[in-house]
C-alpha cells in the first residue's frame, strides 16, 4: 500500500460572494492549519464599465452615473468629478457652495463610519453593538434625506457647487442630530475601545506596517491607522477645508502608540465621527452666505464645457480614504477619457501583509478592517484532494464567534 | 531635515536633469476656500525613454512618493498614459501632485514596470495592460485583474480602434455609437 503524500498546505478560496465584503472580490488563501500562509486577491466580477460609460455622456449626467458607483461613497464620486471639471473649465466655486460641500461630506463620512463600526461589530459576533450603531446611522441618513431629499442617491452635487441651500431654519435639526451623535458617541467609544471582547479580537490582529502601507500606496483610515499621514483635505485642501481647525487622525492621538493593527483602525474611524461632528459645526458657524452654485442655467454650462479641451484631476478624501478622478476633455459634448480611482483600489494589496500569519477565524475582521467597497457574502470553498465542502456565511460567522467565545472563556 | 522645494522648483529641477527630454511641463496653482488655501499640480509630459529615471527622481523629493493610478486613453496613433504621483504628504497645504503623460506608439506600445520602486502600483498596471492593450516590461503579475476570464483576447475596452469593445457591447440602450 503506497503512502498517500502528506500535504502540509491548502488551498481556501473565499468569495467571490464572502460574508465580510460589500462587493464580490475573490481571495485565495494559502493555509497550514488555521494559519494563513499566502494570500492572492483576484477582483473585478462587477466590472460594470462605468469609465466607458462616462464618455458616452456630458458631464453633468455623468455626475448622476458617478453618483451610482458606490452607495456609501455616492456623494465623494460625482464631486471628485465635478472637482477635476472645475480645474479644467477654471471654474470658482462660491465660499457658500464649499462649506455646504464640506458639511455633506462629513455627514458622509459619518454615516460610512458608523456603517462599518455596525459591520465589524458583527464579524466578531457582537450583534447588539451592531444595532446600536445602525439605529444611529438611522439618525445620520434622516438628516441626510433632511439636506439633500434623498436618502443614498444624494443628487446633491453640481459643477461649480451644489444644488440645494442650507439655510438658516435647517440649522436647529442639524445641530439637534449632531448633539444625538454626540451622546451617543461616548457610549460606542466605550463599547469598542474598552470592551475586553474587542480588544481581544482587534489588538495585534490584522496588522499593516508603516513601510508597507506606504511602498502600498494605502490610503484613508487604513494608513491612518499604521501612522501614515495621509488625509487629502489637509495635505491638499479643496473646498473650504484649509478654514477650518482640524489635524490629521492617527491612533497615537488616543494611545500614544502606533500598532497599525485592527483596533487602532477601529480607533482612528471613531476619532473621525467626533471630527466630522466638529467640521460640520464649524462650517455652521462660519458659513458665508452667497451663491451657492458658479452657473445656474445647465444648458450654459454645458455649452461652455463643451468648447474646453484640457485635462485635470479631483481628489478628494471619501470615508474609506483618498479618492480620485482623472478627467479630459476635448472640445467635445463628452469626455474623451474618465478614470475613476475609489479607495479601495489602493486598499486591495495592503490586505496581503494584514492576512498573512492570521486564523481563518480573522479573515472577516481583517478583511472588513478596510472597510473594503465591496459587497455581501455567501459561501466559502474549501477544496481538498478533490473533495469540495462549503463553508456558508452562517458558516463562516460562527466560526469568528466562536473564537470571540474561546477568547472569553 | 527635509528640504521642501517649491513646485517651481520641482519643475526646475526635472528639466535640469532630463533637459529636452521633459517634453511639456508645467505647474498649476489653485486657492480654495474664504483663507484663499493653495495648492499646486504639476504637470509633465516626458519622453518614454527616460520614463522610470523620472519616477525614480521622485524619490529624491519624497522617501515614499504616493502613487494614487495610472490613467490612459486612445489618441489614435499612439496610446497616452497618465501617472499620478504627489508628494511632501504629512503636513497641511504641502502636497504636491505630480502627473507625468507618456506616450506609447500603438506599433510597439511597451512601457516599464514601476512596481519595483513602488509595489502599489501593480493593480494599476495590470488594469493598463487589459484595458488598453499596453505591455508593462518587467510587471511582476502578468494576469487580468478586472476583466474576467471569458472575456475575449485581443479587445481593449478603452481602446477607440478596430480592437474597441464595440463588438462585445451589446443591449446598451441609449448609449450614442
Known sequence: ?409 | MTEYLTPEDLVKSFTDKFQLKIKESHAEKYAYGSKKTEFSQIWMRIDNSIFKDVVKHLFTFDKYPHFAVSSGYDMGNSIELVYHFSIYNGERNREVSINITVELPKSNPVIETISDLIPGAVISEQEKQEMLGVKIHGIPKDARVFISDDFPEGVFPWRRDETGPHKVARNLHGVKK
Open chain 1, 1 to 409: 500500500m503506497s503512502k498517500a503524500t502528506t500535504k502540509t498546505s491548502y488551498q481556501l478560496p473565499i468569495g467571490p460572494i464572502h460574508p465580510a465584503l460589500k462587493e464580490p472580490v475573490m481571495f485565495e488563501f494559502e493555509i497550514e492549519g488555521e494559519r494563513i500562509v499566502n494570500v492572492d486577491v483576484a477582483l473585478g466580477h462587477v466590472h460594470r464599465s462605468i469609465e466607458w460609460a462616462g464618455t458616452k455622456r456630458n458631464p453633468v449626467q455623468i455626475l448622476y452615473l458617478a453618483e451610482r458607483i458606490c452607495g456609501i461613497c455616492s456623494y465623494c464620486h460625482p464631486m471628485c468629478f465635478a472637482l477635476g471639471v472645475e480645474k479644467i473649465a477654471k471654474i470658482v466655486v462660491p465660499d457658500r457652495a464649499n462649506y455646504l460641500r464640506i458639511i455633506h461630506a462629513e455627514l458622509e463620512r459619518i454615516c460610512s463610519h458608523i456603517l462599518w463600526a455596525g459591520v465589524a461589530a458583527h464579524e466578531v459576533g457582537f450583534d447588539s453593538v451592531l444595532f446600536l450603531t445602525w439605529q444611529m446611522r438611522e439618525k445620520a441618513l434622516d438628516l441626510t434625506e433632511y439636506l439633500t431629499g434623498n436618502r443614498v442617491t444624494k443628487a446633491i452635487t453640481m459643477i461649480g457647487g451644489v444644488r440645494r441651500d442650507i439655510t438658516e431654519d435647517m440649522h436647529p435639526k442639524i445641530l439637534e442630530t449632531l448633539d444625538y451623535f454626540k451622546e451617543n458617541f461616548e457610549k460606542l467609544r466605550h463599547v469598542f475601545l474598552d470592551d475586553k471582547t474587542f480588544m481581544l479580537r482587534s489588538q495585534g490582529c490584522g496588522i499593516l506596517t508603516k513601510e508597507d502601507a506606504l511602498k502600498l500606496c494605502a490610503v484613508g483610515p487604513t494608513t491612518r491607522a499604521s501612522g501614515v499621514k495621509k488625509d487629502v483635505r489637509l495635505d491638499q485642501p479643496y473646498f473650504a477645508y484649509g478654514d477650518l481647525d482640524f489635524d490629521y487622525v492617527t491612533p497615537d492621538v488616543l494611545t500614544g502608540e502606533v500598532n497599525g493593527d485592527v483596533y487602532d483602525r477601529i480607533i482612528v474611524r471613531l476619532l473621525e465621527v467626533k471630527q466630522s461632528i466638529e467640521l460640520i459645526e464649524q462650517c455652521i458657524k462660519n458659513m458665508p452666505a452667497g451663491e451657492i452654485v458658479a452657473e445656474k442655467k445647465i444648458a450654459k454650462l454645458l455649452a461652455t464645457l463643451k468648447k474646453i479641451k484640457g485635462e485635470g484631476i479631483g481628489r478628494m478624501e471619501a470615508p474609506r480614504g483618498e479618492v480620485f478622478h482623472y478627467v479630459k476633455l476635448n472640445e467635445s459634448d463628452a469626455p474623451y477619457s474618465w478614470k475613476v480611482r475609489a479607495p479601495t483600489y489602493s486598499n486591495i494589496l495592503p490586505w496581503i501583509p494584514m492576512l498573512k500569519g492570521q486564523q481563518i477565524a480573522d479573515i472577516p475582521i481583517v478583511a472588513a478592517s478596510t472597510d473594503p467597497c465591496m459587497s455581501c457574502t455567501n459561501r466559502v470553498a474549501v477544496v481538498h484532494k478533490n473533495e469540495r465542502h462549503i463553508l456558508d456565511k452562517e458558516m463562516l460567522h460562527r466560526m469568528s464567534v466562536e473564537k470571540t467565545r474561546r477568547l472569553m472563556t
